[in-house]
């Protein structure tokens, strides 16, 4: 019977209870389910962030502990999900007019504690205090454990073909609820290292010197990021919902300032971003540089 098998198979039959299946007709018309690779932080020491997430109710393909925790000499990172399986992480989210991210996604939580207030007077202090920069310390990456994600994340990307401009944080695709993985991760690194968009800095400072004089209408501006992958509606006001969105683009592409303010150096970013990975979203728009 054994022997039966493996002739089976090297043979492209597959031998299975009660019936034959033949892989020997294969179809090239398919393709990968993973389309987005989302980076989040777990707001919580290693133990706790574990726990959490290998419960009833929330999960991650992967988890990075502190650079402490090494196997064999080497960097030790954890595996809850297998990458073909569906974790749930992203939650109630969006991207580029694409919902249910858990469906299209590999997550990965590392481990760090985040801002040094409860979330919810976080959410306060964003919606009220002007310079609630100031008050907020946030948890640092250690660069040890971001050299691991860098692995990890080029493997993931590699693997799966995934677009610079799919490699997001929570708050990218879930801005009206999320705030990780925060401002001090550092994006233009994993950029550096083949790993998610940045955009050009002279195409930056091109846009900025336009938009000091004629800025894009807020309109326009909701429309730039919607068109970039942003889940936000274009309604011409500056409402909770834009402010939000402003406020995890920030985090990502500006994080010195992230009050969720428009201003011409978010639009220059904004336009430098879709010039890079989206030019086809800048045809209908103003004329280029």
């Given at each position: ?56 109710r929330v999960s991650a393909h992967y988890v990075l502990p502190l650079p402490a925790r090494r ?84 493997d993931i990307v590699a693997h799966y073909d995934i677009d610079p401009t799919n490699v997001v ?23 550096q290292a083949g790993i998610g968009a940045w955009p050009e800095a002279n195409r930056v400072a ?84």
């Amino acid at each position: 019977m054994a022997i039966t098998l493996v002739m089976a198979s090297c043979s492209g039959l597959e031998q299975r209870p009660g019936y034959i299946v033949d892989q020997r007709h294969v179809s090239p018309s398919h393709s990968s389910r993973i389309r987005h690779l989302v980076i989040h932080y777990t707001d919580g020491n290693e133990s706790r962030s574990l726990t959490t997430l290998t419960g009833p109710r929330v999960s991650a393909h992967y988890v990075l502990p502190l650079p402490a925790r090494r196997s064999r000499g080497q960097p030790l990172v954890y595996q809850l999900v297998d990458e073909s399986r569906r974790a749930w992480h992203a939650g109630e989210s969006a991207w580029k007019k694409r919902s249910n991210i858990n469906d299209t996604s590999i997550g990965i939580e590392i481990v760090n504690e985040g801002p040094n207030r409860p979330y919810g007077e976080i959410q306060r202090l964003l919606e009220t205090q002007p310079s609630y920069p100031n008050v907020i310390d946030w948890a640092p990456y250690p660069d040890a454990q971001i050299d691991t994600l860098i692995r990890l994340a080029r493997d993931i990307v590699a693997h799966y073909d995934i677009d610079p401009t799919n490699v997001v944080g929570h708050a990218d695709i879930a801005p009206s609820r999320k705030i990780d993985p925060g401002p001090l991760f550092p994006w233009y690194r994993l950029h550096q290292a083949g790993i998610g968009a940045w955009p050009e800095a002279n195409r930056v400072a091109d846009y900025l010197t336009r938009f000091s004089q004629q800025p894009p209408s807020l309109t326009e501006l909701q429309t730039a990021l919607a068109d970039y992958g942003y889940p936000v509606e274009v309604t011409g006001q500056y409402d909770p919902q834009t402010r939000q969105v402003l406020r995890a683009f920030q985090m990502h592409f500006r994080p010195r300032d992230y009050r969720g303010l428009p201003d011409a150096e978010t639009a220059a970013i904004v336009w430098a971003l879709r010039d890079r990975y989206r030019p086809e979203s800048l045809s209908s728009d103003r004329p280029p540089l």
